[in-house]
């Protein structure tokens, strides 16, 4: 079946400090892999996805097929990335998984 | 291009009513799909429409119900509302089905009393 995993509810860390939010996922094929975000009071808009390679707002993300995990990651934070981080794969003709999320804290 | 639209933003219903969701795409985009988010649970898939069709349809009851129009605009009904339909729906479209990007609506927050 496929799964994403989220296993932090809560993230806090201090501004300046490194960010690594965890995703691992359960697919038997080649799997798509997104991470989205959601601010206070905003619509939930996508981050970055695993096949773009790119960086948005420092954040980057790699699939690791043999952990099977795509984790989220900036090497320092700011307050303004506080915000609900959801991982997502997309397995092709069936809908978009999600994980529960994540909510990261970043404290001045 | 304008982003997906989400109307009403808010509702306010009691048990046992039913409850109509609407929900435009972005322009060219004909892939609709609909998502319960709650605290607890997440986002949960509801169902998917393409061209009019229903492509996929989550674990949900019976209760829940929708539709997609030529112009690719989207209906979600909830008939006979529970409390623990309370959540904000939302509505992501894509150009096409499969692996395309979803664009999310800012969501419908729904409370049943």
């Known amino acids: 079946a496929q799964r994403v995993t989220q296993p932090e509810k809560l993230l806090s860390v201090f501004k300046g400090a490194p960010v690594e939010l965890k995703c691992n996922y359960s697919?038997?094929?080649?799997?798509?892999l997104f991470w989205y975000v959601q601010y206070s009071r905003q619509r939930l808009q996508l981050l970055l996805r695993?096949?773009s390679r790119e960086s948005i707002k420092g954040f980057t993300a790699d699939l690791n097929k043999g952990e099977t995990s795509f984790h989220l990651k900036k090497p320092f934070a700011q307050e303004e990335d506080s915000a609900m981080y959801y991982c997502a794969l997309n397995p092709g003709n069936t809908p978009l998984v999600f994980g529960k999320g994540t909510r990261l804290s970043v404290i001045a | 291009k304008a982003g997906v639209t989400q109307t009403p933003r808010y509702l306010i219903k009691t048990r046992g009513q039913q409850v109509t969701l609407s929900c435009s795409p972005i322009?060219?985009?004909?892939?609709v799909s609909w998502y319960q988010q709650t605290p607890g649970q997440g986002l949960q898939f509801l169902f998917e429409?393409?061209?009019?069709?229903?492509?996929n349809k989550g674990n949900f009851p019976g209760r829940f119900s929708g539709r997609q129009f030529s112009n690719s605009r989207s209906e979600m009904n909830v008939s006979t509302l529970e409390l623990g339909d309370s959540a904000l729906y939302l509505c992501?479209?894509?150009?096409?089905?499969?692996?395309?990007?979803?664009?999310f609506g800012p969501g419908t927050r729904l409370t049943v009393l």
């Open positions: 429409y393409f061209s009019e069709t229903q492509r």
């Open positions: 697919y038997s094929g080649s799997p798509e």
């Open positions: 992501a479209s894509s150009f096409q089905s499969g692996r395309d990007t979803q664009y």
């Open positions: 322009s060219g985009h004909r892939s």
């Open positions: 695993h096949i």
